[in-house]
């Protein structure tokens, strides 16, 4: 018996199919092109090549790495160390240079802006945004309402200790307290309504009257008698339309009855004294700067 008895040959092709039906409709046997396997075979022998030979396969604490020893973190150290060789000498003269009359020097001004903008994507826009126009609990910087002011010496001062962290003892310090506590619940209405009277907001007169005497007697000793606030402390001014957390009513009575406790870290340590002074331009230039 020939071997195409054994086989289910197609009437129309006559080629031999698989065996396999699916309502009526077979599968023809055909064979792949030779030149499509050999393709193949060779993406499995470049496959095995390349995993013998660069780093591939990852372990507990690393990948292999291969019979080259190629690293593309190798290759990014070696391109940062050029860069940083190339502007060595730029770079010492933005650490020992007084930032006030950074302008008096064209050449040294666009290095520290190129620069600070660089530090800032990468160590400061992940809270502040990319556009430095912050969110809600992170300060726009683009504008001129600073908690602790917008000068080049405060922004450089914020910058190199941070606010309210444990990290660095002469990091920027204020807390506010809760009044969860303290207040009933109709003073702290008062209070909010008060805050948004002085704030130039809708708000109930009744409630704001009553709330004068309770936020003179607890709350201006930081925020001023006005509201305006305080730059010594970092009190924000509750007179304008800026908000950090914002001035709805309800995150207003959050914010009387729990405060809030927002923490920057330093990064006078972490980044050299020419990208300290970088930032701070960079900032300083972005519109807000005093």
Not at 21 to 45: A, H, Q
Not at 79 to 89: L, T
Request: proline letters at 3%; a negative charge.
């Amino acid at each position: 018996m020939s071997s195409n008895e054994n086989k289910d040959i197609d009437e129309v092709t006559g080629t031999d199919t698989t065996g396999h039906s699916w309502d009526g409709i077979k599968e023809l046997n055909n064979p792949l092109p030779r030149w499509w396997l050999w393709c193949f075979y060779m993406t499995i022998v470049w496959a095995i090549a390349y995993t013998v030979a660069y780093p591939a396969w990852p372990m507990v604490s690393k990948a292999t790495t291969g019979l080259l020893g190629y690293s593309t973190r190798a290759e990014v150290a070696q391109d940062i160390a050029r860069f940083e060789e190339a502007n060595a000498e730029i770079s010492v003269q933005l650490a020992s240079a007084d930032l006030n009359v950074l302008n008096e020097n064209p050449e040294l001004l666009r290095y520290a802006n190129s620069a600070g903008a660089a530090v800032f994507r990468n160590n400061c826009s992940q809270c502040h945004g990319s556009g430095a126009a912050g969110a809600v609990g992170y300060p726009n910087l683009l504008d001129d309402d600073w908690l602790w002011g917008g000068d080049f010496e405060n922004i450089e001062y914020t910058v190199r200790h941070g606010i309210r962290n444990e990290e660095d003892w002469d990091a920027r310090w204020s807390e506010m307290t809760a009044y969860d506590d303290i207040f009933s619940n109709e003073e702290v209405d008062q209070v909010v309504q008060y805050v948004r009277l002085i704030s130039n907001q809708e708000h109930d007169a009744t409630l704001a009257a009553a709330g004068e005497g309770l936020f003179l007697d607890n709350c201006a000793a930081c925020h001023g008698e006005n509201g305006m606030g305080s730059r010594d402390l970092g009190a924000p001014n509750l007179t304008d339309a800026i908000w950090l957390y914002g001035g709805s009513v309800e995150t207003l009575e959050e914010t009387v009855r729990y405060a809030r406790f927002g923490v920057m870290p330093p990064w006078g340590e972490r980044l050299s004294e020419a990208e300290v002074k970088a930032v701070t331009a960079y900032v300083h230039q972005l519109g807000g700067g005093e």
